[in-house]
């Protein structure tokens, strides 16, 4: 849900710059408030997915980032107005990197559902990355132990759907496939 600031639209520039304390996300120029620190549901499932994607990735190009990392996907540096924190980012294009994040679209983001951020991440969070090109974008559902991996192809995304039985592939990311029944153990 957003909060309200004040009423106009915020660039990077002027995220970067807040300091309350508070974590922020900035989605087409409107504040979002982070939701409270995730549960240890959560916090198992996005250490078992990054040990997994890192250990697939080790001399390999590639390089995995967890939150808090900006990403600003307009590519736009401090002029951007949209800037997220997903859970898991894996980018290929090292000139997108700098100190504070990923300035462009990455080539995959994972977001792990929590109550208080389903929708956003569901359908806000769905259209900003297909239409900024994010190349695969997983919904992990701790609750029913299901990921959706949305892989683009000709600018619109295309789902699959994985259970806690399956090793899901990674397509971006030739020969990786994660094994869900780690993932989500208890």
Not at 51 to 71: E, M, R, S, W
Not at 93 to 122: V, W
């Amino acid at each position: 849900m957003p909060v309200p600031k004040e009423a106009r639209r915020y660039t990077y520039y002027d995220y970067y710059r807040w300091d309350d304390g508070e974590r922020w996300e900035l989605i087409d120029g409107v504040p979002y408030s982070m939701s409270p620190t995730p549960l240890r549901k959560h916090q198992g499932i996005l250490i078992e997915l990054v040990g997994q994607i890192h250990n697939f990735l080790k001399d390999k190009p590639c390089k995995v980032y967890t939150a808090p990392f900006d990403v600003r996907l307009g590519g736009l540096g401090d002029e951007d107005d949209t800037v997220v924190q997903p859970d898991i980012v894996v980018v290929c294009d090292k000139t997108k990197l700098d100190d504070r994040g990923c300035n462009g679209a990455p080539d995959m983001l994972i977001e792990i559902l929590s109550p208080s951020t389903a929708a956003k991440d569901k359908v806000t969070k769905f259209n900003k990355y297909q239409s900024a090109s994010v190349r695969e974008y997983w919904i992990v559902d701790p609750d029913s132990k299901t990921v959706a991996s949305h892989v683009l192809e000709n600018g619109r995304y295309i789902t699959y759907a994985y259970s806690n039985e399956d090793a899901a592939p990674v397509q971006i990311l030739e020969g990786c496939k994660i094994d869900l029944q780690e993932v989500f153990a208890e």
